[in-house]
């Protein structure tokens, strides 16, 4: 038999995040001028994983669906985004994300951006350790 949903059931909703500041504490900048560009990307990060040294121009915001992710400035302030949890990306620092759980982390993340600027900057030059 088919269970069907209740109608008297209400929506519910619960704010995740609400902010002007990276999880850093630093003021996020200014829109930029022209038409904006909404680009949503589900990353997944296998456990032990390492994204890259990198920085970004736009501003950015993401929920955790799984698992926890670790992000690690070049002076080495973390923070660890647990499942559930909303995040909003640094602007212009750099950067890297990594998984060092046990389970894969699926990671949805939200950029504010405009046609033909890069969501991230990668800095290869800088080892990872």
Known sequence: MEQRPDRDEEVKTTELLRTSQSWDGAELPD????????VAIRYAFPPGKQLGWHHHDVMNFGI???GELTIVTLDGKEKTVHEGEAVVEMVGTIHHGENRGSVPVVLNMFYLSQKGQPLSVPHPEIPME
């Not at 829109?31 to 909404?38: A, F, H, I, M, N």
Request: no cysteine; hydrophobic share 20%.
């Open 31 to 38: 829109y930029p001028t022209g038409r904006p560009e909404l």
């Open 64 to 66: 955790v669906q799984q």
